[in-house]
């Protein structure tokens, strides 16, 4: 059994029994000299470092160590001996490791000391903590994305409320528009013309101001589940315009094919809607590294009793460590996304008794595709 070690024992059955011992272990363990060289070297050490012990024994323990560390090590040494000064030995900390790739990742390292055959030897256990340093960092994350969560709980609130207070001066503001159509009606002078003109887009701009607001408050009020028979390609429709609410800057230019002669759908609309704007607003932010930036949307059917549609980008696409797991709560692309609207898109779908997923067809981009029960199967 190889352990890695240029360390000679005279009792060769305690040499057996410690080269097991240091075989086993699931830490990894360092033996150096006085002088900094490595004695011994185990193969966890080998997992951790990706060094095999013939190109480690013998030389310095620096190689294993990145800047700083690399830099400070033999004057700490030094000034050991002379002064016993102890900065780490018998105590431990947090420091960092290199790898033979040369990427780091964190350890905590403890250090002994011992006299073996006469001479002064230091004994490093290493405990990898990439992954209690990952977890800590995601567990950060997602209380930063708790309190934004809790944010936008309450800004929801207030849309709704702040809908309700706007919808009454948008019908004053239609109301006056009407009375003042009344008013020139019948006049076929140049100026009344004009001001018929002005006044029939104010009413079409302020409808269209009052739709917004209508569909906003649906959206965000709370309501008990209410599932009807609904045309997906109108529900599709309204989630678009509630999506590109505030993308105006991203320049984002999305194109819809949908079939007029799907069935209809039995659904909750706000849900499902709710799916439409987390994937439309995925897309346009995945696509601001990119120069081409659309959208297209589809619906139709490709299976007997189904309705799908689906959402193609022209953004980076998905990196392959996450497309396999991108419906897993907390799995995400985004530098400050907590991972959780595609999964909760998914429960939704799910929930209709359909499916979401992400489609592959080579180009580049991401599309993504949900197929819903027509409302004939629900029968």
């Known amino acids: 059994m190889d352990t890695g070690m240029d360390m000679p024992f005279k009792d060769a059955e305690n040499a057996a029994l410690f080269r097991m011992l240091i075989a086993t272990a699931v830490d990894g363990i360092i033996v150096i000299d006085a002088a900094g060289n490595v004695r011994l070297y185990n193969q966890a050490c080998e997992r951790l470092f990706g060094y095999t012990p013939e190109e480690v024994l013998g030389r310095n323990i620096k190689m294993l160590m990145p800047s700083p560390y690399r830099d400070e090590h033999d004057g700490y040494l ?135 607001i209508r569909r906003l ?51 909750d609309r706000i849900q499902i809607q709710q799916v439409v704007v987390n994937l439309v607003r995925n897309a346009v932010e995945a696509m601001q590294s990119v120069e081409r930036r659309e959208i297209l949307i589809k619906t139709g059917t490709d299976e007997p009793g189904y309705i799908y549609a689906s959402f193609a980008d022209t953004g980076p696409g998905l990196p392959e460590e996450v497309a396999s797991r991108l419906f897993q709560p907390f799995v995400t692309t ?29 180009s580049d981009g991401t599309t993504f595709r949900f197929r819903l029960p027509a409302a004939a199967q629900n029968l």
């Open 217 to 267: 408050r649906d959206f965000v009020e709370k309501r008990e589940a209410f599932r009807a028979e609904e045309d997906l390609n109108q529900t599709i429709r309204e989630a678009i315009a509630l999506a590109l609410i505030g993308a105006s800057d991203s320049n984002v230019k999305v194109a819809v094919d949908f079939d007029p002669n799907i069935s209809p759908v039995i659904m």
């Open 334 to 362: 985004k530098e400050k996304g907590m991972g959780i609207g595609l999964s909760i898109c998914q429960t939704i779908v799910k929930a209709h008794g359909g499916r979401l997923w992400a489609a592959r067809d080579g």
């Open 78 to 212: 030094s000034a050991y001996h002379k002064t016993a000064n102890r900065k780490i030995i018998g105590i431990g900390r947090e420091v960092m490791g290199q790898m033979k790739d040369g990427s780091t990742f964190p350890m905590y390292l403890s250090v002994g000391e011992g006299v073996f055959e006469n001479q002064r030897i230091f004994v490093g256990i290493i405990h990898d903590t990439s992954e209690r340093h990952f977890a800590a960092g995601r567990l950060r994350e997602v209380q930063e994305e708790l309190v934004h969560v809790s944010r936008t709980n309450e800004m929801g609130q207030m849309t709704s409320a702040l809908a309700h207070e706007l919808n009454q001066p948008l019908t004053a503001i239609m109301n006056y528009v009407r009375a003042a159509a009344r008013t020139i009606e019948g006049l076929d002078d140049p100026a009344a013309i004009r001001a018929r003109e002005l006044i029939d887009k104010a009413a079409e701009q302020t409808g269209r101001a009052g739709q917004i």
